[in-house]
């Protein structure tokens, strides 16, 4: 079973409940990530220096390899803002759901 | 919704980010005592040398074990870069007292690690950190402690022999 966590124009998250993973949609691309992975990327995006991307003189794109796989993604300026949008509203959601649920785990002993 | 977050990712991010700081403090502290007992060592200062050799495993141990509990947290433990450490050095005194500031500056790292703790409720890491608050205790007591024998014994050279025959057994007893 899989839940949309978070979705921009072209880009979505979804959680899988079985395997603990997160399934990245991109363009009809798809990507299988752990969690650990889904930082891992996380970081590379955010790290990504955009004022050097425009200011050079080369063209306005970055290669990005995917964690623990061997795929890579070309991305524009634009697709980068969107992947970060995608990202920050993937971990708030997560961040969430995951106060929600301590909220909920108060309950489990039922006392 | 499965929460896959605290299932998989127990600490938090700003948590993760302090200790992989720390991890770089101990990786740099292992590196600086080893050019420590280096200096000691050409230089004749034998036992001085074997007390760095020891300061240096000792925080590269400090070093893993941060490494590890991040690891075992399932959050991204980062095997640090380390800069150049200071190899030059004007008297054995000097290197003693290099040694101390360094455990001073690792205290402060630590105690500031567990405010975070505390900051973020975090208690697991906070009781995790107690150990490396009491292993400080050690460390800058014994660094201190080599610091009084010149104090006790000066700087000539019967002194600086005196003070070799004695490193190696300042230790921390606790109570005593």
Known sequence: ?????????????KQCELTDSFLLTFEREEFVFKLCDLFAFRKKIMALDLIALLESSAPDVEIIHLPNCDRFLVLSLKEILEFRELLNGT???????????????????NF | MKDVLRRHHVLKDEIVNIINRQIKMEAHSSAAYLAMAAWCDVRGYDNSAEFFFRQSEEERKHQLKLFHYLCDMECDAISPSIGDSQHEFGTLREVFEKALEHEIAVSDSIHEIVGETRKYNDVATE????????????????????????????????????????????EYNGRD
């Not at chain 1, 971990?91 to 002993?109: G, K, Q």
């Not at chain 2, 104090?151 to 004695?166: H, N, P, S, T, V």
């Open chain 1, 1 to 13: 079973m899989q839940e949309e966590i978070f979705k921009t124009k072209r880009a979505s998250i």
């Open chain 1, 91 to 109: 971990f708030n959601t997560l961040a969430l759901n995951s106060a929600v649920r301590r909220i909920f785990r108060r309950n489990v002993f």
């Open chain 2, 127 to 170: 009781e995790f950190m107690k150990w490396f608050v009491q292993e400080q205790i050690e460390e800058e007591y014994v660094a201190r402690r080599a610091l009084e024998l010149f104090d006790l014994l000066g700087e000539d050279k019967i002194a600086l022999g005196m003070f070799e025959e004695r490193i190696l057994n300042v």
